[in-house]
Structures are given as C-alpha cells and as structure tokens.
C-alpha cells in the first residue's frame, strides 16, 4: 500500500464517501496502528457487507489530520486516540452490526 500524504488521504477516503452515500453522519471516521483489527474486530464490520476503507499515512500526525477533516465534514467518531503508531486513517459507513 502506497504512502499517501494527509490530503491525498483524505480526498481518497472523501471520495469513497462520496461514492458510497455522502451522508456523512452515518460513516465513522478513525485512525488505527491495525486498520484490519480495529475495523473487522472492534468495530464489528462486515469485511463484504458493508462500505469501508482504509489508508497508510506518513506518521500519526498525518493520520490525525485526516481524521479531524473527516469530523469537520460530520462524520461520526472522536478526535485524541491513538499514538504514534497511529499511522492510518479509516472510514466505514455505520450499520446494525456495527460497533462504534
């Protein structure tokens, strides 16, 4: 997976919204040190079922910034998590099986 900056990140992951129903309210935006763990196991979703996406950036800073741009759009999720290691953001749209 490319390294992308924290703009091409966030247009990417915008873009995936945008593309699978730009409500923003209903996707959950995050950053995670294991996108797979923190999407498929802790928030429950459904690696076929429900829209989801997820993006390597230059360090947690990066990471941050995305997620915060993502909040800033209405996205749900919190701001503060994380550490360093922190170096990817995500995005996946809310569903009845989904834990937030």
């Known amino acids: 997976m490319a390294i992308l ?3 091409e990140t966030f247009d990417k992951i915008k873009s995936f919204i945008d593309d699978h129903n730009n409500n923003y309210p209903e996707w959950y ?3 995670a040190s294991n996108p797979e763990e923190r999407l498929f196991k802790e ?4 690696k076929n079922a429900d ?3 997820y993006q390597k ?3 947690d800073q ?6 915060e741009a993502l909040l ?3 996205c749900d999720g919190s701001a503060g998590g994380g550490d360093e290691s922190s170096i990817y ?3 996946y749209r809310k569903s009845a099986n989904t834990n937030q």
């Open 43 to 46: 928030h429950n979703v459904s």
């Open 72 to 74: 800033e759009l209405g």
């Open 57 to 59: 950036c230059p360090n």
């Open 51 to 53: 829209p989801w996406i």
């Open 62 to 67: 990066s990471a941050r910034s995305v997620e």
């Open 29 to 31: 935006a995050g950053i």
């Open 89 to 91: 953001a995500y995005a």
């Open 5 to 7: 900056s924290a703009k």
